[in-house]
């Protein structure tokens, strides 16, 4: 039994695509037609073809890419790759789904900052001589996604070593950051030191100098939100005639143990001078 033959025409009215968008898929070997006439190089397909380009239009409306669809058409088992690839897509939308409520909650907290309702006011102020209990590392760059992944194991580092030593561990913890050689960070976590100072193994006794004019911001809430605020908090040194001249700190007034939270409470600070 011969099988009926639809022109390209028919056939893509049939999956509700374009004439161009089979030619496109011929061209790149993702559905190839049933015949070719060899006179005049018309596109002929067979119903048992549709299954395989609704197959297609229906990855193409879920995002998927043609190389990745091209590439499952290939696969013995096609059920076992339809699921691998639809597993891949779900993880991909899913991720999207999360850096997108980052987006939005950033543009929300800009458009209450731009309403005057978000940030705190800068403050000026000087800074008392600290004495802390630090431990140390080094981030390849600027920004969460570098500093991040060395706070956490940092911190858990400074915890057991200060509980092993036997000493407090006495809020508020502070951070401070150095600009490294090889554009890195140098990223330096702390806590208060009791009167006197007891030094041990796993940590270093610090003393963070006074800073006789620090520009601080109040933080509220997580970290999501924190570079909008040190954002906010050098627009406004730059503005009221200032420079930067030396470390900035992250002293965090209120953070009830080591998951962020809405509840954090953090001031910004960073010593500056008139320009």
């Known amino acids: 039994m011969v099988s009926t033959m639809y022109t390209i025409g028919e056939f893509a009215a049939l999956a509700r695509v374009s004439v161009r968008m089979l030619r496109h898929y011929d061209a790149i070997g993702l559905l190839e037609p049933a015949r070719v006439d060899p006179r005049s190089g018309y596109r002929f397909y067979v119903i048992d073809q549709l ?160 800073v006789p004019t620090a520009a601080t911001l109040l933080h509220r809430g997580d970290m999501t939100g924190l570079g909008e605020s040190w954002m906010h908090l050098m627009e406004k040194v730059v503005a009221d005639g200032y420079r930067i001249s030396g470390p900035s700190r992250e002293v965090y007034l209120n953070a009830e143990g080591h998951e962020p939270g809405p509840d954090w409470l953090t001031e910004l600070q960073v010593p500056v001078e008139r320009t």
């Open 51 to 210: 299954p395989s380009l609704l197959r297609i239009v229906e990855l193409r409306e879920l995002g998927v890419g043609l190389d990745r669809i091209l590439a499952l058409g290939r696969d013995d088992d096609t059920d076992a790759g339809l699921r691998a690839v639809l597993h891949e897509r779900r993880s991909e939308l899913e991720a999207s789904l999360v850096a997108d409520r980052a987006r939005l909650a950033r543009i929300e907290r800009r458009l209450r900052h731009l309403e005057g309702t978000a940030m705190s006011d800068v403050v000026y102020k000087s800074l008392d001589p600290l004495t802390v209990y630090a431990a140390h590392g080094h981030a390849p760059g600027m920004g969460p996604e570098h500093v991040s992944p060395v706070i956490g194991p940092l911190i858990g580092r400074l915890d057991d070593a200060l509980v092993a030593a036997g000493r407090p561990l006495i809020e508020p913890g502070v951070f401070w950051y150095d600009d490294a050689d090889d554009d890195g960070l140098d990223v330096h976590v702390s806590y208060v030191a009791e009167a006197p100072p007891v030094a041990g193994d796993g940590y270093d006794v610090v003393e963070l100098p006074g």
